[in-house]
């Protein structure tokens, strides 16, 4: 007699349905007839096509999904402007902003707690440089000041000139000796300094060449400039990208000797890098490039346009270009785009290696975007194995059930 008829303690309705399959061997029946199916010889094409076409959309999801980074984190900055240049201390917690100010720039500093303010320096600046440690600035009618990295104040420093005080255009060094590229009278010249000495310029001969910006690097130091005689017609303007050795020792009259000079936009970054087989990476609108010790100028295979660009610790080039972020390792035959997750913003710039992290700007300044490289290496690794576990598993199945489809054909099983 069933105990729900008479009287008996009912059974849990997993139990009912455990003795429900078990009486008529559904879990049996069930199998039997998947293969069933799976061999009939109407049924088999369907099977094998959609079997395929699991196995390509998993592979493709998975791979959609590897490419989103991992350790990213979005944050407002509290800032109402574009931040021009940025360079932050070695801990990447504090920070000096050149910030676009309507038709002027202001200078800005981040604390340790993320907070932002205004650094009054009394003057016009016009540029930033600087170390992990120690951070300059510079300014119309020859200003310039500096400040230990994180200070909340910066000192001015009475340069004595060969001439009347020039506006500075790009400066990079330390407190106490360095480069700079000034302007007077419509003429740029190239100069270093040394305690408060700085000496002879050196403009360069050829005329159309204008110089925009100085970086230190190992033996001297890098300028980029661009050609207003270096006309492309495909960008639509008289411009090209033209970079330029330095050297020269502390206060010394500098050299100057073309490197490189082609018909692109011009070049926008300059990364002084130690720890590899280039000294420095240039970054353009059309290519990147690294320079030797030797001063040798090789274009970096698979590199394409960018408009802002980074390196991480690691040796990881990050760069922003028209087909959104991407990132690559120096001797990668292309790079590879990746994919910021939901609420990053697109217009990404003001690239920076900021301690161990990149960090990036939207174009109006307000919203910042720190990337953990370490985190991307090891997640998107253990990801890639993941998928390709799951992958295996899938074709695994799928020739199994072929497998058994074509055993039963032929009677062998």
């Known amino acids: 007699m069933h105990p729900a008829t008479y009287g008996g303690p009912p059974l849990h309705p997993a139990d009912r349905l455990f003795n429900f399959l078990g009486h008529r061997?559904?879990?049996?029946?069930?199998?039997?007839?998947?293969?069933?199916?799976?061999?009939?010889?109407?049924?088999?094409?369907?099977?094998?096509?959609?079997?395929?076409?699991?196995?390509?959309?998993?592979?493709?999801?998975?791979?959609?999904?590897?490419?989103?980074?991992?350790?990213?984190?979005?944050?407002?900055?509290?800032?109402?402007?574009?931040?021009?240049?940025?360079?932050?201390?070695?801990?990447?917690?504090?920070?000096?902003?050149?910030?676009?100010?309507?038709?002027?720039?202001?200078l800005m500093i981040r604390d340790a707690g993320g907070t932002w303010s205004v650094l009054d320096c009394s003057c016009n600046v016009t540029a930033i440089g600087g170390t992990e440690?120690?951070?300059?600035?510079?300014?119309?009618?020859?200003?310039?000041?500096?400040?230990?990295?994180?200070s909340p104040n910066i000192a001015p420093r009475s340069l004595n000139w060969p001439d009347s005080p020039p506006d500075i255009i790009s400066l990079d060094g330390d407190i106490d000796n360095g480069w700079l590229i000034v302007e007077n009278g419509g003429t740029r010249t190239?100069?270093?300094?040394?305690?408060?000495?700085?000496?002879?310029?050196?403009?360069?001969?050829?005329?159309?060449?204008v110089m925009d910006e100085v970086e230190v690097v190992l033996g001297g130091a890098l300028i980029i400039g661009h050609d207003t005689m270096g006309s492309n017609p495909a960008l639509g303007k008289a411009s090209s990208e033209v970079l330029i050795d330095a050297a020269g020792g502390s206060?010394?009259?500098?050299?100057?000797?073309?490197?490189h000079r082609g018909a692109g936009t011009p070049f926008h970054t300059i990364i002084s890098m130690d720890d590899s087989s280039f000294i420095a990476i240039v970054g353009g609108g059309d290519a990147i490039y690294g320079v030797t010790m030797e001063r040798n100028v090789h274009r970096i295979a698979g590199?394409?346009?960018?408009?802002?660009?980074?390196?991480?610790?690691?040796?990881?080039?990050?760069?922003?270009?028209?087909?959104?972020?991407?990132?690559?390792?120096?001797?990668?035959?292309?790079?590879?785009?990746?994919?910021?997750?939901?609420?990053?913003?697109?217009?990404?710039t003001s690239a920076a290696s900021s301690g161990d992290n990149i960090v990036m700007f939207s174009e109006d300044g307000s919203t910042r975007v720190t990337i953990d490289p370490a985190?991307?290496?090891?997640?998107?690794?253990?990801?890639?194995?993941?998928?390709?576990?799951?992958?295996?598993?899938?074709?695994?199945?799928?020739?199994?059930?072929?497998?058994h489809a074509l055993l039963r054909k032929h009677d062998v099983l």
């Open 190 to 209: 190239v100069h270093t300094w040394s305690g408060l000495s700085v000496s002879n310029g050196t403009s360069y001969p050829i005329s159309s060449i």
């Open 25 to 106: 061997h559904a879990v049996a029946n069930i199998i039997e007839r998947l293969f069933t199916f799976v061999d009939s010889p109407r049924e088999r094409p369907w099977v094998a096509m959609g079997a395929l076409g699991i196995f390509i959309l998993l592979g493709a999801a998975w791979i959609n999904q590897a490419q989103v980074l991992p350790g990213v984190s979005v944050s407002e900055t509290g800032l109402s402007d574009p931040i021009v240049d940025i360079i932050w201390d070695e801990d990447g917690d504090q920070a000096l902003a050149l910030v676009e100010d309507g038709l002027s720039m202001k």
């Open 133 to 150: 440690s120690q951070w300059v600035a510079g300014g119309e009618d020859g200003w310039i000041g500096i400040m230990g990295a994180g």
């Open 303 to 348: 590199s394409i346009g960018v408009s802002s660009i980074a390196i991480d610790s690691g040796g990881m080039l990050w760069f922003k270009g028209e087909n959104g972020l991407s990132n690559m390792e120096i001797g990668d035959s292309k790079a590879t785009l990746v994919i910021c997750p939901d609420g990053a913003p697109s217009d990404l």
């Open 375 to 403: 985190a991307q290496h090891s997640l998107l690794r253990s990801l890639s194995l993941l998928g390709d576990l799951i992958l295996v598993l899938t074709f695994v199945a799928f020739v199994g059930f072929g497998g």
């Open 251 to 259: 206060g010394g009259v500098p050299q100057l000797v073309l490197l």
